[in-house]
C-alpha cells in the first residue's frame, strides 16, 4: 500500500476477508432483498446488511407457527457474503437465534445492534444504544452470540456513547473485543443526537490504539469516494460503512471502490441507467411484497434517486402519489429529473 496506490487489504473478520473493505448499513425500511441485489449488481460492495431483527420477534413468530420473520426473506438463497442483524438485551434469546441465522440462514456475519436510537428499541425494549451505558452487559452479550454462531463471526454495532458527556466507545469497543468480536462498526454520532450534527470522526480514530487487533469500521456522513479514501487515510480505520448516501447513489459503492484502489471513478448512470435501476429495484420490490405494497414503498425507496439533479423536487412530488405500479411507470418516463427531452 503506498500514497500512490492506497489499494486496501481485505478486511479480515474472523475467518471471513471482506474485499473492498466497504459495508452496506444495516437501514431499518429499506437495506431489503431488493436493495442488496440492487447494490450486489452495481459493484464495490464488500458486505451488505439486512436491516435489524428483534430477536425476541424472532421467536414470537415461531412459537406462533407463523412464517419466519420479513426481514428474512431472500436471506437463505440470496449470494454471499451477507450481514444479518438482529438486536436484543436477553442474552438467551440472542444467542438462539444468532445461532439459528448462523447455522440455518448461514449468514456470513451475525451483527449486533447496539446503536439503534429510536424509542422502541432503546426505551422501551432497553435495547439497541441504551446498552451503551453497560459496557460490560455488551460483553456479555457478544460473549453468549459468539459462543452460539462459531465459527460465524459476530460484530457489533454502536454509537460514540449515550450523550456527549457519556462518550464511552473506547470501553465498549474493548468489550466487543475482549468477548471475541470480530470488529466493530463506531457511527460517529451520540445516541441522543440521533441523525443530527455531524459524525465525529476524530472521536472514532481515538478509538483504534485502544484496540489490541480486532477492526475497526467507522461509519457516519460519508457520501462521496473522497469522503470515503479520507476515512481511511485520515482516520485509520480498517473499514468503512455507508448508510443514507447508498439510498441516494447506490452506485457510490463502486465509485469508492475504485478510488480505493487507485482507478478513475466510473461515471454517473446517466438519467436513463437511474430510470432502468429504479425499475429493477421495483420488480424487486415487487417480488417480496406484492404490487399493491411494494408501490407503496416504493414511493419512499424511490424519492432519494435524484437527489441534487435539477427538477428532484416535482419527480419527488409526483412518486409520492404513486398508487399503481402504472403510476411508477409514467413518473419515471414523465418526471425523472434530466430524462425530459425538450424541444425535439
Ligand atoms: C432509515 C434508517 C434506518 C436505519 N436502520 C438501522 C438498523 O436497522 N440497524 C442499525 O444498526 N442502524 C440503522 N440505522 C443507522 C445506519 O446504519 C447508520 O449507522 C447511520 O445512518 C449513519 O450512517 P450514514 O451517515 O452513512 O447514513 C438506520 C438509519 C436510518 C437513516
Known amino acids: ?105 448461514r449468514a456470513s456475519v451475525v451483527d449486533l445492534n447496539f446503536g439503534c436510537p429510536a424509542r422502541d428499541v432503546a426505551q422501551k425494549a432497553e435495547s439497541g444504544a441504551y446498552l451503551l451505558g453497560d459496557p460490560q452487559r455488551v460483553g ?48 460517529g454520532r451520540t445516541a ?5 450534527g455531524r459524525a465525529d470522526w476524530d472521536a472514532i ?30 482516520y485509520g480505520v480498517d473499514g468503512v460503512m455507508i448508510g443514507r448516501a447508498a439510498l441516494r447513489r447506490p452506485w457510490l459503492f463502486r465509485e469508492a471502490a475504485a478510488a480505493l484502489a487507485g482507478q478513475p471513478i466510473p461515471p454517473e448512470p446517466t438519467a436513463e441507467e437511474q430510470q432502468e435501476l429504479l425499475r429493477e429495484h421495483f420488480r424487486l420490490i415487487v417480488a417480496q411484497f406484492g404490487p399493491e405494497k411494494g408501490t407503496v414503498m416504493m414511493r419512499a425507496l424511490a424519492a432519494p434517486y435524484a437527489t441534487g439533479r435539477p427538477g428532484v423536487r416535482r419527480f419527488r412530488a409526483a412518486v409520492a402519489r404513486i398508487a399503481t405500479p402504472e403510476d411508477f411507470d409514467r413518473v419515471l418516463k414523465e418526471e425523472y429529473p434530466g430524462s425530459l427531452v425538450v424541444g425535439r
Open 205 to 234: 480514530a481515538r478509538i483504534k490504539p485502544h484496540l489490541k487487533k480486532m477492526p475497526l469500521i467507522g461509519n457516519g456522513d460519508l457520501k462521496t469516494s473522497d469522503d470515503v479514501l479520507q476515512a481511511f487515510r485520515r
Open 1 to 105: 500500500m503506498t500514497p500512490d496506490n492506497p489499494e486496501k487489504p481485505p478486511l479480515r473478520l474472523g475467518p471471513l476477508a471482506i474485499a473492498p473493505p466497504i459495508l452496506a448499513a444495516p437501514l431499518a425500511g429499506f437495506s431489503n432483498f431488493a436493495f442488496r441485489q440492487i447494490l450486489r449488481n452495481l459493484g464495490g460492495v464488500g458486505l451488505p446488511a439486512t436491516e435489524m431483527l428483534s430477536a425476541r420477534g424472532f421467536l414470537f413468530l415461531e412459537d406462533r407457527k407463523q412464517a419466519q420473520p420479513e426481514r428474512l426473506w431472500g436471506v437463505k438463497d440470496e449470494p454471499r457474503p451477507l450481514a444479518v442483524q438482529i438486536w436484543d438485551n436477553d442474552p438467551d434469546k440472542l444467542a438462539e437465534v444468532g445461532r439459528r441465522i448462523a447455522q440455518e440462514f
Open 192 to 196: 441522543d443526537q440521533l441523525y443530527r
Open 140 to 187: 456479555d452479550l457478544v460473549a453468549r452470540v459468539v459462543t452460539a454462531c462459531r465459527p460465524t463471526p459476530v460484530t457489533a454495532k454502536i454509537r460514540l456513547g449515550l450523550a456527549r458527556d457519556a462518550v464511552n466507545a473506547v470501553d465498549v469497543a474493548q468489550a466487543v473485543e475482549g468477548a471475541g468480536g470480530a470488529a466493530v462498526t463506531v457511527h
